[in-house]
């Protein structure tokens, strides 16, 4: 490992150690699209997700269901290209805009995990249309 490249991880684990993580060690990322702005999902990171985030300019979440690491699309394909890694001014939440590669962030199916709205009538209504079959691509769940 090169000088720089030393120097640039010993930055990374500084920034990762300076956030303020949750009882679980966890800390909440929001996803935007670098493009339109589109929020396209929430999910949580631990330091070793942020540390590999950083490194590999590719989203890493930890499953708190699965209790395990992933990177987003290492299933699906349709990983997440990291443009620019933010954090609020208390530290303890990520803003992180992405390039969506494949179209879709949600497991769903859809563009995004936001993707149903409520009206002030209570009526739930379904934005758009999944660009994939979720059970063609995970299996049955």
């Not at 300019?57 to 690491?69: E, L, P, V």
């Not at 443009?83 to 879709?104: M, P, S, W, Y």
Request: with cysteine.
């Amino acid at each position: 490992m090169s000088d720089a490249t030393a120097e640039g991880a010993n930055t990374a684990q500084r920034f990762a150690a300076s956030l303020k993580y949750d009882d679980h060690g966890l800390i909440p990322a929001v996803i935007q699209d670098a493009t339109d702005n589109t929020v396209l999902m929430v999910a949580y990171m631990n330091s070793e997700a942020v540390l590999r985030t950083l490194s590999t300019r590719r989203t890493h979440f930890y499953s708190r269901s699965r209790r395990k690491m992933w990177m987003k699309g290492e299933e699906s394909g349709n990983v997440q290209e990291v443009v620019e890694v933010l954090f609020d001014c208390d530290a303890d939440c990520l803003l992180i805009r992405v390039i969506q590669r494949g179209g879709a962030a949600c497991h769903t199916g859809y563009r995004s995990c936001f993707f149903r709205s409520v009206g002030q009538d209570g009526v739930v209504r379904t934005q758009g249309k999944p660009l994939f079959d979720p059970v063609k691509v995970y299996g049955q769940k």
